[in-house]
T-cell receptor, first 109, second 116 residues
């Protein structure tokens, strides 16, 4: 059964700084991975998907996947106060999508 | 674009009573719907995966007797929490893959259940 370890639990970065979030997965058969962002009072929204090894860049956000190491990361460049939210990694585990425990990011102005 | 609406956004029920929540897919066909519960500690638990014209697959610790789900068409699903108790508190999320983008799940805003 897929298990997801996400770190850090919380993170404070200054405005304009770099935020780095990490996840490791247990299921070697996982093929698809996502990063979700959840603002207070809302449901989680898919931020980025990554399905191939390597880096995927979308604007200020870069996701990295290493399937051999079962490792996914998200880097947010030039962090803005509006990036403050809960971030979850997710990956397939058989027929279902399994989520990490979340990283609470606070970007201080 | 694809949107998922959930209703109600918040609900309070007395311990031992039941409440029904709804999920509406707009702009796409929700062939399958995943119901999750997000605990007050923010962890996600998959309750069940529902596919139109197919049996609903419940996860361990969740049963049809406690969380009956209806998924009558490609735009609507509902779930009831029967005989709710304190441990059923949380944010109930409905997510559906749009069919594009490798089945990325799009979630509604959730129904927050409080139990008195």
């Amino acid at each position: 059964q897929q298990k997801v370890q996400q770190s850090p639990e919380s993170l404070i970065v200054p405005e304009g700084g770099m935020a780095s979030l990490n996840c490791t997965f247990s299921d070697r058969n996982s093929q698809y991975f996502w990063w979700y962002r959840q603002h207070s009072g809302e449901g989680p929204k898919a931020l980025m998907s990554i399905f191939s090894n390597g880096d995927k860049k979308e604007g200020r956000f870069t996701a990295h996947l290493n399937k051999a190491s079962l490792y996914v990361s998200l880097h947010i460049k030039d962090s803005q106060p509006s990036d403050s939210a809960l971030y979850f990694c997710a990956g397939t585990g058989g027929y279902k999508v399994v989520f990490g425990s979340g990283t609470r990011l606070l970007v201080s102005p | 674009g694809a949107l998922v609406y959930q209703y109600p956004r918040r609900t309070i029920c007395k311990s031992g009573t039941s409440m029904r929540m709804e999920c509406q897919a707009v702009g796409f066909q929700a062939t399958s719907v995943a119901w999750y519960r997000q605990s007050p500690q923010k962890t996600f638990e998959l309750i069940a995966l529902s596919t139109v014209n197919s049996a609903i697959k419940y996860e361990q610790n969740f049963t049809q007797e406690k969380f009956p789900i209806s998924h009558p068409n490609l735009s609507f699903s509902s779930m009831t929490v029967l005989n709710a108790y304190l441990e059923d508190r949380g944010l109930y999320l409905c997510g559906a893959p749009t069919g594009s983008s490798q089945n990325t799940l799009y979630f509604g805003a959730g129904t927050r259940l409080s139990v008195l």
